[in-house]
């Protein structure tokens, strides 16, 4: 079983909370931390971003991040050396890198994937990759055991569902508004029916991310959805204490411990 | 100039279904965007055979643009350069002074016809921008148009011009603040309000459909080229010479040709520096394959994947990726693609200018540099096409201060 099944199965009633970080933003030697920092918070899913140029799909918090990162040269090969680094002290939480075709396809996609399952990588998420275009990455990534995750969104039809769904593997992410990360204009009521639809497609998970910024915005999707991703809240926290690094990572560990304790008792009041 | 490389017809062939131009092009966006695109296809393929929307098309062609626009004989630069006789093909005169508006009245027809009521646009040197907000104002629709923070700075009279027009121009600040940055905030808009809003690309990039409906909406200057050499000069040209950024008036004056192997064609990219010296503009002679802006196409990037900074004395042609079909006419053979410098393009902006009393684009300065060095090979039976795709009037700040003049 992948480490993403795995935690998806061990979590019993518990939604998941997947939080999701640039690597090396604000600084190459705060990410490892962090990522530690963020599982004892209550994160039982790390996405790591890798910058890229041009972040076309992002929203303004991920773009800056993503600038900052590359302005210390972080690319995979030192993100590969970080998920290695963290997998010394935690051999559980699943490590999902989320970026841009272009610099995996610029290492090749064979090599890119063998040394991301090499590092203790378990899944990628490509996206600027739709179905159609990803066999090549695909199958790299499957022959290394790694599980690719799509998206679907509000304009996904039930068709691109079924083919989305089929090349699918880990969990399906739901993207909760028409927009860049970061946008705030969460309508819960058209996410639940859409995870609906999504259900009849899959049996994978399903998480929803794209807009959702606090306890009270994870609670109502975390009794919707199986995982509930946080991006762009967490990196805000980072980027309102650029001088103060360890208060930014402390505020981020903060929110993800916030988030967690809405999500649960969300959960709990839905079961009780 | 005999090319063997066309031994099968390549008019109407490219691109396959998902916007294959053999291994570039393609669809590579979010999958918010996946549905809007094939929508949009379906509809662009409806309406190009759609005779009352060609008529329009074509009606709005010749009295709102001003087509068919001239093929003049540049006699006296002939003359002085010793060989072929030139032909320059007027775009500048079209209304908005460049190409860009073939393509923007095209796509602003089928804004129309989908019931979107809300144009955005990106743009480099501002002629596309301009163009878009011209056909928004004409429509009364609202347009909103992306402009790296750079380019306002030295394109401020196309700025101006599209604010008088209605349009919101919005200076894009993130990464190198030039016309790639445009294009990753526009496709940002979009994604936010696709329901109601066209986005009009320019250029022959971006994701499938877009590569082949502005080829479509640009081969106007082919096909009346084609009329106008066997009218005027009672046979096809030897060669075309058309500047290269993304690409979208040399796809437009190629295109109707490339099943004709008797006709060489030439793309030429922005040199900057010197293309030896890294800061150019020149993905076709200096890039490799990549996948940027929804499409795989030869880019300028890093050994690890990140875009790199381009530079040229043009705005428009400053943009590190190009048209995925012209990445495919270079691999196979039919076209060739050389690069020249601003140092030279600067030169045959002057030389245009005082032979011809023609004021050229900066853009189009690259094109005519290169035919002053082909058209000397060439015989004086023999006839040069180049595409003249806009006027200078926008440049005449930055070529002022290069010469050391304020205006």
């Known amino acids: ?272 | 100039m005999h090319n063997p490389a066309v031994t099968e017809h390549l008019i109407g062939q490219f691109p396959d279904a998902r916007g294959h131009f053999g291994p570039y092009g393609g669809l590579f966006v979010s999958e918010t965007l996946m549905e809007p695109l094939e929508e949009l296809a379906a509809a662009y393929h409806h309406y190009l055979e759609d005779p009352e929307f060609l008529a329009e098309l074509d009606d709005d062609l010749r009295h709102y643009v001003g087509r068919p626009s001239p093929l003049y004989h540049a006699r006296r630069w002939s003359e002085r350069l010793g060989g072929a006789r030139i032909l320059l093909k007027r775009e500048d005169l079209n209304h908005t002074g460049a190409h860009k508006v073939n393509n923007t009245v095209g796509q602003a027809l089928l804004a129309r016809r989908m019931g979107k009521t809300r144009i955005i646009a990106e743009t480099g040197a501002g002629q596309h921008g301009v163009a878009s907000a011209t056909v928004a104002a004409r429509l009364g629709l609202e347009c909103v148009v992306y402009m790296g923070a750079e380019d306002i700075e030295r394109q401020s009279a196309n700025v101006y011009r599209m604010r008088l027009l209605g349009a919101r121009v919005v200076a894009v600040e993130s990464g190198s603040r030039t016309l790639k940055d445009a294009l990753n905030e526009a496709m940002r808009d979009w994604v936010a309000n696709v329901d109601d809003t066209f986005y009009i690309i320019g250029t022959v990039a971006g994701p499938h459909p877009y590569p082949a409906m502005v080829r479509d909406f640009q081969s106007v200057i082919g096909r009346e080229v084609r009329e106008q050499m066997l009218a005027q000069e009672g046979g096809l040209p030897d060669a075309l010479v058309a500047c290269v950024g993304g690409g979208s008036n040399a796809i437009g004056l190629f295109y109707p040709f490339l099943d004709d192997p008797d006709v060489a064609i030439f793309g030429v990219e922005a040199g900057g520096s010197g293309v030896e010296t890294g800061r150019h503009a020149a993905p076709l002679c200096a890039g490799r394959p990549g996948v940027l802006h929804g499409n795989r196409t030869y880019l300028m990037e890093d050994d690890r994947g990140q875009i790199a900074a381009t530079h040229s004395i043009s705005a428009g042609l400053d943009y590190p990726g190009v048209g995925p079909e012209h990445s495919w006419l270079k691999d196979s053979g039919r076209a060739t693609y050389v690069a020249v410098n601003d140092d030279e393009a600067l030169q045959a902006f002057h030389d245009l200018t005082r032979i011809e009393g023609i004021i050229p684009a900066l853009e189009t300065s690259h094109a005519l540099a290169y035919a002053t060095k082909l058209a000397p090979t060439m015989g004086r039976d023999q006839t040069l096409v180049i595409n003249l795709s806009g006027r200078g009037d926008k440049d005449i700040q930055t070529v002022a201060r290069l010469d050391g003049i304020t205006l």
């Open chain 1, 1 to 272: 079983m992948s480490r993403i099944a795995a935690k998806f199965s061990a979590l019993g009633p518990r939604k998941a909370l997947v939080t999701f970080i640039t690597a090396g933003d604000p600084e190459p030697g705060v990410t490892v931390g962090l990522m530690h920092g963020m599982v004892k918070a209550g994160a039982d899913i790390i996405e790591l971003g890798v910058p890229f140029s041009d972040p076309m799909a992002d929203g303004p918090v991920i773009q800056r991040a993503s600038e900052r990162a590359l302005a210390h040269g972080v690319g995979l090969v030192e993100i590969f050396a970080m998920v290695q680094e963290f997998r010394r002290r935690d051999a559980d939480t699943p490590v999902v890198l989320m970026g841009y075709l272009n610099p995996m396809e610029a290492m090749g996609c064979e090599v890119f994937a063998a040394a991301a399952a090499a590092a203790g990588c378990d899944g990628v998420l490509t996206v600027d990759v739709p179905p159609e275009e990803s066999a090549e990455l695909v199958g790299a990534l499957r022959s290394h055991a790694l599980d690719p995750i799509f998206l679907v969104a509000p304009t996904t039809s039930p068709r691109r569902m079924g083919a989305i769904a089929g090349q699918a593997s880990g969990f399906v992410y739901y993207v909760s508004l028409k927009g860049v990360t970061g946008s705030a204009a969460l309508d819960v009521d058209s996410v639940a029916r859409k995870v609906t639809e999504i259900r009849e497609h899959t049996t994978l998970p399903v998480g929803v991310g794209f807009g959702i910024r606090d306890a009270a915005s994870a609670a109502r999707v975390a009794e919707v959805a199986d995982a509930v991703v946080v991006g762009s809240a967490i990196i805000g926290c980072l980027e309102a204490s650029l001088g103060d690094t360890a208060r930014g990572v402390a505020d981020a560990e903060a929110l993800v411990r916030s988030l967690r304790e809405g999500m649960d008792a969300a959960v709990s009041v839905a079961a009780g």
